[in-house]
Structure formats: C-alpha cells, structure tokens
C-alpha cells in the first residue's frame, strides 16, 4: 500500500539558511509521482515541486529541489536561502500513475516550518 | 490564485444537518478532487470526477457524496453531520483523467472550512 511518512513534525531555521524537510515513501508501483505543497497560515495549498519517478535529474523550481533518491525511497524537499514567507506547513505527497490507477494522491502528516529572523 | 474557486469560505452548521459544498475547476479542467483536512486525520482524499464520472474513490463516508456536472463544476454533499466532521474541505482540479508516468498537476482551490456545532 502507499504511504508517505514525514518525521519531522516541527522545524526551526533561521533566515537565509538551507533547510531540508524530509519525505519517505513506500509504493509498489513502478510509476508515480511526488510533490511538495506548502501551507501557509491562511489555508490554501500551493504546489511547489513534481518529481516523477523515472525522471533522471532531481526536479528544480526556483529556491526549491528535490532531493530524489529512489533506491532509498525518499524525496526530500531542499528550500536555499530560506525566507520569512516560507514559515508554511509543507506536504511530501505521493501518487501512483499507472493506467490501472485513478489520480488518487496520498499526503504525508506534514512539517511546520518556521523561519526565524 | 490557482483558478479554483470554492464556496462558502466558510459553514457554520448543527448536528443532523446536511451541506453542499461548491467547486469551480480550473478553465478546461475536466478532473475534480475532493479532500477532507482534519486536526486528527490530517489530508485525506476523498473522491475524484472526470467529465463527469466517478473515477477514484479514497476514505470518503457513506453520509457524503459528491457530483460533477456537465459544466465540470462540482458539489460535496456532507449529511448526518456530526462534530467531527468539523475540516478544512478542499476542492483541486486537473487536466487529466489518469497521467501515466507523466506530469499532473493538481490546483486546490482556497477550501471550505466547515464547523458542526
């Protein structure tokens, strides 16, 4: 079955650091895709990141990467030069992309990030 | 803004008492996701529709069901409401019905917050 674990419930860093949030996933399927979404205090999802799982170079959008090691099952989201604006809750989320499978996307327990100035 | 609108912000309602939520996809969207977001629960999927069709079904109760219709907007209809289903309820839409080893993003809409009293 799927399952996407984040273990960290909380983080603190301070601005301009890196941080990195973690993601471990267990799947069976040999296609499927994982995202970051990030949560900010008023509510709404936004998506940052997609990394499909045979893609070869870790997926980049900005100030964010994805730190894909497939052996090891995890995709760790990588935030450079961290920002007030990014003191969010952020979602690892996995989906399953066979032609058998519907768009069903599972989320992780998340991470509340919290950058200090 | 993601494209996604969903209506009301916010529902204020007794236990027993039924709501329909509202979804508005995206512009040419075809797909609907329907999420449940709860302290205990975290984000849980509850149903997709494509053009109108029922295509996946995650940890959705019997007391709710949900519609797509055939201008691609959307209902979640929640009954027999009981305290804790008190949640931040997200609509997403997507292009796609199923995307197979391909990129497919989802765009969740502002969410409803529903509290049962």
């Known amino acids: 079955a799927q399952k996407i674990t984040q273990t960290q419930p909380g983080m603190f860093v301070q601005e301009k650091e890196a941080v990195t949030l973690d993601c471990t996933y267990d799947?069976?399927?040999?296609?499927?895709?994982l995202f970051w979404y990030k949560q900010p205090s008023s509510g709404e999802m936004i998506f940052l990141i997609y990394?499909?799982?045979?893609?070869?170079q870790n997926a980049t959008e900005g100030r964010y990467s994805l730190n894909f090691q497939k052996a090891r099952k995890s995709a760790n989201l990588v935030i450079s030069a961290s920002q007030l604006g990014d003191s969010a809750m952020y979602f690892c989320a996995m989906r399953e992309e066979g032609y058998s499978s519907a768009s069903k996307i599972i989320f992780g327990s998340g991470t509340r990030l919290s950058i200090r100035p | 803004d993601s494209g996604v609108t969903q209506t009301p912000k916010h529902l204020i309602t007794a236990t027993g008492q039924r709501v329909t939520l509202r979804c508005s996809p995206r512009s040419g969207d075809l797909s609907v996701y329907w999420y449940q977001q709860s302290l205990d629960q975290g984000l849980q999927f509850l149903i997709q529709?494509?053009?109108?069709?029922?295509?996946a079904k995650g940890n959705i109760l019997e007391r709710f069901s949900a519609q797509q219709f055939p201008d691609l907007h959307s209902e979640l209809n929640l009954s027999s409401l009981e305290l804790g289903d008190s949640a931040l309820y997200f609509c997403?839409?997507?292009?796609?019905?199923?995307?197979?080893?391909?990129?497919?993003?989802?765009?969740f809409g502002p969410g409803t917050r529903l509290t049962v009293l």
């Open positions: 799947t069976s399927d040999p296609s499927y895709g």
């Open positions: 529709y494509y053009n109108g069709e029922e295509r």
């Open positions: 990394q499909g799982s045979y893609d070869q």
């Open positions: 997403a839409s997507s292009s796609a019905e199923v995307a197979a080893s391909s990129y497919n993003e989802q765009f």
